[in-house]
């Protein structure tokens, strides 16, 4: 198993175990902005950045 499907499985087994389902939601958004800026490329977020949208 690779490294990130497993700390994908811990961090659900995490919210599961400790009852913080509201974790779940900020760690889904801040995992798609990551996978956003990794393949758009991190100068297109940077302009939205400086514009204020």
Known sequence: MNKAAYLFKETFHLIKAHKIYFLAPILIT???????VFYVGPSVIISF?????
């Open 30 to 36: 801040f995992a798609l902005l990551a996978l956003l």
């Open 49 to 53: 950045i400086y514009a204020g949208i």
